[in-house]
């Protein structure tokens, strides 16, 4: 058994790093721990591919179309506004 | 100034229906959403957005471009939204004790003794069906307020971190541990929503 270095992460810290790693505000050398942990653990490295599938689930919400009401609502405060320009 | 926006403010000012009705349509929802998260009611919210667009129409002649339009219109929005809401305690500082992850799932030594379940397949799959964006816009709601903003304008809307700090006043420490703390707590809701479905 290896023993386990003081520079070596846990599982526990890793999925606290996850955010840093992702945005890339981790300093290179606690990146190269991150990275290195990821290698020697599947665990942590399908919790980092479920973090990137929860940002990405969340990017491909879209906003429901206007009802054609609030469209014409939107029409007259603008006619508004442009009369009140001239 | 970005051209798209150069173009978009030529069209606006210059009596161009359709083009505020598609920045309408591009914009309304997310900031009835954003709202929702300072403010105590849809009702409030739907009145601070309308307050919104009323005040980006009468800015427009003096709008400078020293940011996107999308930036200096959701700044607008939560100015105002500030100013209506009470929920929002801006002096409390963002607390950070608390892991993402329940420690009973972990072991004495910090590695993972209930390991995370795998989902990603069944979520695109039911995304796919369109069975899960309502899901997902419901967990978001119960995203305590101010990670919910965070994630509604980082993740939903596709904002920068730098773009999303100017919008709601927050240092980029606090706006990464507010996005952390969100983001997690929605991948722990995916993962319980599959939970035993395999």
Redesign the interface.
């Known amino acids: 058994m290896r023993l386990?270095l003081r520079r070596d992460l846990?599982?526990?810290?890793a999925?606290?790093l996850?955010?840093?790693y992702l945005?890339g505000?981790l300093s290179r050398s606690a990146r190269r721990r991150f990275e290195a942990h990821l290698a020697g653990?599947p665990?942590?490295t399908?919790?980092l591919?479920?973090?990137r599938?929860?940002?990405s689930?969340?990017?491909?919400?879209?906003?429901?179309?206007?009802t054609s009401q609030?469209?014409d609502e939107?029409?007259d405060?603008?006619?508004r506004?442009?009369s009140e320009q001239q | 100034m970005m051209e798209s926006d150069r173009e978009l403010l030529l069209r606006l000012r210059s009596g161009d229906e359709r083009a505020f009705v598609s920045l309408v349509e591009c914009y309304h929802e997310p900031m009835l959403h954003l709202a929702a998260s300072f403010v105590p009611s849809r009702a409030v919210a739907e009145e601070v957005v309308q307050d919104t667009w009323l005040a980006l129409l009468r800015g427009l002649e003096g709008f400078e471009g020293r940011s996107s339009l999308k930036t200096w219109l959701f700044r607008i929005l939560v100015n105002r939204a500030r100013t209506t809401g009470s929920r929002e305690q801006r002096s409390v500082p963002v607390a950070d004790p608390e892991p993402v992850v329940d420690s009973s799932r972990f072991d004495g030594s910090g590695s993972w003794a209930d390991p995370p379940e795998r989902w990603i397949e069944l979520a695109e799959g039911r995304l796919e069906a369109g069975k899960l964006a309502y899901r997902i816009r419901a967990w978001i709601n119960q995203l305590p307020a101010r990670q919910r903003a965070v994630v509604l304008l980082r993740d939903v809307e596709g904002m920068s971190s730098e773009e999303v700090c100017a919008v709601l006043a927050l240092s980029e420490g606090n706006q990464r541990v507010l996005l952390h703390r969100g983001r997690s707590r929605l991948r722990q809701l995916f993962e319980d929503e599959f939970r035993g479905v395999r």
């Open positions: 386990l846990v599982c526990q810290q999925v606290e996850v955010t840093e945005e505000t653990c665990h942590c399908e919790y591919a479920q973090m599938e929860t940002i689930l969340t990017g491909r919400l879209e906003p429901e179309d206007l609030m469209r939107f029409v405060l603008y006619r506004w442009r």
